[in-house]
């Protein structure tokens, strides 16, 4: 390509004149910056506009421990409630219900707490 360059200008008698297609291929070049620098500016908008600024990242992140403070809710309520059923399982000799049986009541509960740490069931209590 830079052979290219050299038999254009020499072919211009060196003065610096440029071809036809070297004007042609300038102005698609201009016209591409143009149409890029409008695409970056539309996209810059596009995520000002969406709330993606400088206070994005304290509500990202209030959200994330959010999430990991439901989640551990459920979690919890469900190994709570399976260890309390293997607890009454070595206790009484009944093996697998105990554990079963208490595994889906924690699951109930860790459901229940995510609802109630959520807001939903104190939504649905003032309407009624």
Request: net charge neutral.
């Amino acid at each position: 390509m830079a052979d290219d360059t050299h038999k254009g200008s020499k072919q211009s008698g060196g003065n610096g004149d440029k071809t036809p297609e070297e004007a042609a291929l300038s102005a698609r070049l201009g016209s591409l910056e143009q149409r890029l620098a409008h695409s970056r500016d539309s996209r810059k908008i596009q995520t000002d506009q969406s709330g993606s600024g400088s206070e994005d990242g304290p509500a990202r992140a209030s959200a994330m421990a959010l999430g990991f403070r439901l989640s551990s809710e459920l979690v919890a309520g469900v190994l709570g409630g399976a260890a309390l059923g293997w607890g009454f399982d070595r206790l009484l000799s009944i093996s697998p219900w105990g554990l079963i049986v208490f595994a889906l009541v924690g699951f109930i509960a860790g459901v229940i707490n995510v609802m109630r740490s959520a807001g939903v069931m104190s939504k649905q209590s003032e309407r009624l």
